[in-house]
């Protein structure tokens, strides 16, 4: 079993940051793609930006600019700096990840998500 565990979320008035983190952890053998979505309510999920294992990422054109994604392999953790947050920006923020089992199977997990909130 694996288990992704998202932190970071909260409050947060516009213009401001927040960095978000997800965690993975169990009979994890490698980790690929690493990725953060977001659901704002009464939407569907969106990609927000993807890493792979060598560091490439890619980024939602609302973004761009304004957050990063980045990661690290050997704590099995990936994170989403949030800079200059717009109230548009609110939602549930969901980690999502590649996982290489111990026992060799590649399967796609998600978090339980965080909530970011951006208001005055």
């Known amino acids: 079993q694996v288990q992704l565990v998202e932190s970071g979320g909260g409050l947060v008035q516009p213009g401001g940051s927040l960095r978000l983190s997800c965690a993975a952890s169990?009979?994890?053998?490698?980790?690929?793609?690493m990725g953060w979505y977001r659901q704002a309510p009464g939407k569907e999920r969106e990609l927000v930006a993807q890493?792979?294992?060598?560091?490439?990422?890619n980024y939602a054109d609302s973004v761009k600019g304004r957050f990063t994604i980045s990661r690290d392999n050997a704590k099995n953790t990936e994170y989403l700096q949030m800079n200059s947050l717009k109230p548009e920006d609110t939602a549930v923020y969901y980690c999502n990840a590649w996982v290489v089992s111990t026992n060799n199977y590649a399967m796609n997990y998600w978090g339980e998500g965080t909530l970011v909130t951006v208001s005055s």
């Open positions: 890493i792979t294992s060598r560091g490439r990422s």
């Open positions: 169990g009979s994890i053998r490698s980790i690929n793609a």
